[in-house]
């Protein structure tokens, strides 16, 4: 059997740091287009955003797990669990983007989103004169190549569902041995 390349043995030991990094990077990235670029999130823009914090969760847990007894016993556990997390987001992206394509119809909570809610905005509601800007699920504020954030979120979401699937099936972390 051939040795195995040391940049995927890294990866599959470090994974849930791995996941745990590239989820908080990518909620400090749609928060900085959010802030600095104007985007107004619609209500599936932040459904993904929740997959990205739900992973960070699963992986903080499993990298608290390594200080017990048991150590890396259930990385793979916790790398499955992860696959699960990114296929959810997967299926919130997938959904956002077929509706900013026209190929399935809105969700009933995609009547829009809002901008940032503080007290002026709450009294402006009450008093009719509001500046909240509302903004419908099929409604694309950015794209790159070709691709909305929702679109580029389908494809980071199978990547990391990709290696997370990666990650659990290494037997090494299955072993008390390999603590």
């Known amino acids: ?14 994974w849930l740091w ?6 908080a990077a990518l909620l400090v990235t749609v928060n ?3 802030r600095l ?7 599936l823009c932040l459904d993904q955003r929740k997959v990205y ?22 990385d793979w556990l916790f790398a499955l669990v992860l696959v699960a997390v990114f296929l959810t987001g997967l299926f919130i992206a997938g959904r ?4 900013e394509f026209g190929w399935l119809p809105p969700l009933e909570k995609c009547g829009g989103g809002t901008g940032k809610i503080d007290l002026e905005a709450m009294a402006g509601l009450a ?19 070709g691709l909305s954030m929702a679109g580029w979120n389908v494809l980071v979401s199978a990547g990391l569902a990709s290696l997370s699937a990666f990650a659990a099936l290494d037997r090494r972390s299955r072993t008390p041995a390999h603590a």
Do not use: Y
């Open 1 to 14: 059997m051939q040795p195995m390349n040391p940049l995927i043995q890294n990866v599959r030991r470090h």
């Open 18 to 23: 791995l996941a745990l990094a590239a989820s």
């Open 32 to 34: 900085l287009m959010e």
């Open 37 to 43: 670029g104007g985007l107004v999130p619609c209500p």
């Open 53 to 74: 914090w739900a992973a960070m969760v699963v992986a903080a847990v499993g990298l608290l797990l390594r200080a017990t007894p048991l150590r890396r016993r259930f």
């Open 96 to 99: 956002h983007a077929g509706i």
């Open 127 to 145: 008093t009719g004169k509001t500046n909240l800007k509302v903004v419908p699920c099929d409604e694309v504020q950015w794209r790159w190549l």
